[in-house]
Nanobody, 119 residues
Framework: VQLQASGGGSVQAGGCLILSCVASGRYAMGWFRQAPGKEREVVAH????????YYADSVKGRFTISKDNAKNAVALQMNSLKPADTAVYYCAASRSIVGGTRSYDFDYWGQGTQVTVSS
C-alpha cells in the first residue's frame, strides 16, 4: 500500500494549511503528528466510508478531516494554526473499518510532511 502525502509548509500563527494524502485503495485513514522530543500523537481520523470522524481535543474546531472515496484520498484542513501545531505530520491507513487513535491501529504510513507555525 502506498500513501502519498502532500501539503505542509510554513505559516504564521492564525494561518491555514491543507494536507492531502492519496492511498492505493480504500481504508480508514488518519493523520498523526510528531513534534521534536515528543511522542507521535493522533490528530484526526476518519472511518473507511467517511461517515465518522475523530479529533484530538487540541485541534477540535480548527481542523477538519475529509475523505474522497472515489479518489482514495483524505485531506486535513488546518485553520487557526498555532505554534504548538508545529510537527511532522503523517498520513496513515488502517485495514480496519474505523481506524483508531493509536499508532498501532494503522497498518500503513506515508512519509511525513513538515508543518511549521511561527508566532
Amino acid at each position: 500500500v502506498q500513501l502519498q502525502a502532500s501539503g505542509g509548509g510554513s505559516v504564521q500563527a492564525g494561518g491555514c494549511l491543507i494536507l492531502s494524502c492519496v492511498a492505493s485503495g480504500r481504508y480508514a485513514m488518519g493523520w498523526f503528528r510528531q513534534a521534536p522530543g515528543k511522542e507521535r500523537e493522533v490528530v484526526a481520523h476518519i472511518t473507511r466510508n467517511g461517515g465518522t470522524t475523530y479529533y484530538a481535543d487540541s485541534v477540535k474546531g480548527r481542523f477538519t478531516i475529509s475523505k474522497d472515496n472515489a479518489k482514495n484520498a483524505v485531506a486535513l484542513q488546518m485553520n487557526s494554526l498555532k505554534p504548538a501545531d508545529t510537527a511532522v505530520y503523517y498520513c496513515a491507513a488502517s485495514r480496519s473499518i474505523v481506524g483508531g487513535t493509536r499508532s498501532y491501529d494503522f497498518d500503513y504510513w506515508g512519509q511525513g510532511t513538515q508543518v511549521t507555525v511561527s508566532s
